[in-house]
C-alpha cells in the first residue's frame, strides 16, 4: 500500500500543495509550526475520517475560508484509488472514493491503512485508561468492519442510555424504558469484548519477540486485557447497577470502561516502569501493530513518524528505522542530522517552510 500523491486546498495553514510522494522513505523537515504534520494529520483523516488532535472539522479549514478539500491518490494491491474528502464549515464533511460519495464515513475504513507514531503516543503507558481504549478502537476499526458496527452502535445506545439516566430526575416514570438501552448495550458490548480480546491475543504474540529484541532479552512483555466485566455478565452487570447509574447519571459497567496492562514478569509497568522502560514498551507497541496490519490485511500500512525520532535515544532510533524495510514511511523532524549520522537511506526530502513545500536533493 503507497500513497502515490496527496493535494490540500485550503487546509489548515495551506492555501495549495501538490505532493509527489516516493513509495519508500520520506522526510519533512523544517521548524516547528510551519505545517509539517499537518501533512500527515490530512493522510490520517483520510484513513480514519478523524483528525488524530482535533474534534472539530471547522479547525481543519484555512482561517477566513468556508470549506477545504484533501486528495489522496493511493495504490493498493496493483489498484489505484482516489480519497476525497471535503471539509465545510457549516455542514458534515463530505468522503468520496474514487469519486463516488459515500453515505456513512465508516465506509472508508479498511482501504487506506495508516499506522501513526507521535511522541504523544509515547505517553500511553502513563495515560489515562481512555488513551489505551482508543489505541484498540482505531485500530479494529481500520481491520473489522464488523467491529466498526457493533463500536457505533454500543456508542450511540451508551449516549442514549446515559442521556436517560440525567432526565430520569425530572421525568421518573421513564424508568421503564431502560429496559430496552439495558439489552441492547449489553448484546453490543459483549460483541466489543470479545474482539478486543481476540486482538489482545494477536498482538502479544507478535510483541513478545519484538520487546525482547528491543531490550536485549532482559524483558518478557505480556499485555493483560482489564475487562470491565466479563461478557456473559454483561446484562446482569447493568441490571445489578441500574440504581447506582440511575444516582450518579451515567453508565458504570461495559467496555466503556475496559484498560490494557502491560506487565514485565510480574511487574506493572505503568505502576513501577521507568520512563525508558515505558518508552521501550510504546515502541514495541507500534512495531507490533505493524506486524499485526501486515498479517491481517496481506499488505503493508503507511507509517506516519511525526518528530518521534528526537524522542528516542539513538538505539531506539536505529531499531525503528532499521525495521522499516519494504513500508512506505512518511517522517517529520526538524533536522536531518540523525538520518545523515546513521546514514539511513533517504528516498525523498522535502523542506516545509509557512505552508510551502520545497523538495531538496538527497
Request: aromatic share 8%.
Amino acid at each position: 500500500m503507497k500513497v502515490k500523491k496527496i493535494e490540500l486546498s485550503n487546509f489548515r495553514n495551506y492555501n495549495s500543495l501538490e505532493l509527489d510522494l516516493d513509495p519508500n522513505t520520506n522526510i519533512l523537515y523544517g521548524d516547528n509550526a510551519q505545517g509539517k504534520t499537518n501533512i500527515l494529520e490530512a493522510m490520517y483523516i483520510c484513513s480514519t475520517t478523524k483528525s488524530h488532535r482535533s474534534s472539530k472539522d471547522v479547525e481543519l479549514i484555512r482561517l477566513e475560508e468556508n470549506e477545504g478539500h484533501i486528495k489522496l491518490y493511493l495504490e493498493k494491491k496493483e489498484r489505484e484509488h482516489r480519497i476525497d474528502i471535503h471539509l465545510r464549515r457549516n455542514k458534515t464533511k463530505g468522503i468520496a472514493i474514487d469519486g463516488i460519495p459515500i453515505k456513512k464515513a465508516s465506509e472508508l475504513f479498511g482501504l487506506f491503512n495508516v499506522i501513526f507514531f507521535s511522541p504523544e503516543d509515547l505517553n500511553i503507558i502513563k495515560n489515562g485508561p481512555a488513551e489505551r481504549r482508543r489505541f484498540i478502537d482505531i485500530e479494529l476499526c481500520q481491520l473489522d468492519k464488523i467491529y466498526v458496527y457493533n463500536l457505533m452502535n454500543y456508542n450511540k445506545i451508551l449516549s442514549q442510555r446515559n442521556k436517560l439516566l440525567k432526565d430520569l430526575y425530572l421525568k421518573p416514570d421513564l424508568k421503564d424504558t431502560l429496559d430496552v438501552w439495558d439489552m441492547q448495550l449489553a448484546e453490543y458490548g459483549k460483541k466489543i469484548i470479545q474482539r478486543r480480546e481476540k486482538f489482545i491475543e494477536d498482538i502479544n504474540k507478535i510483541i513478545r519477540p519484538i520487546h525482547k529484541k528491543l531490550t536485549n532479552d532482559k524483558e518478557n512483555l505480556e499485555i493483560h486485557y482489564q475487562k470491565n466485566c466479563e461478557e456473559n455478565d454483561l446484562y446482569e452487570k447493568i441490571l445489578e447497577n441500574r440504581e447506582k447509574d440511575m444516582k450518579y447519571k451515567t453508565t458504570s459497567v461495559g467496555p466503556h470502561r475496559d484498560d490494557i496492562l502491560f506487565f514485565n514478569g510480574d511487574m506493572n509497568i505503568r505502576t513501577y516502569g521507568s520512563q525508558g522502560q515505558k518508552r521501550t514498551v510504546a515502541l514495541s507497541l507500534k512495531l507490533a501493530e505493524i506486524e499485526l496490519v501486515k498479517e491481517l490485511i496481506h499488505d503493508t500500512p503507511v507509517l506516519l513518524l511525526d518528530d518521534v525520532l528526537s524522542e528516542l535515544d539513538s538505539g531506539r532510533q536505529n531499531h525503528l528505522l532499521q525495521s522499516l524495510d519494504n513500508i512506505q514511511t512518511i517522517i517529520t523532524c526538524t533536522g536531518l542530522d540523525e538520518f545523515i549520522e546513521n546514514r539511513f537511506k533517504i528516498n525523498k526530502v522535502f523542506q516545509v517552510s509557512e505552508g510551502m513545500v520545497q523538495e531538496k536533493t538527497v
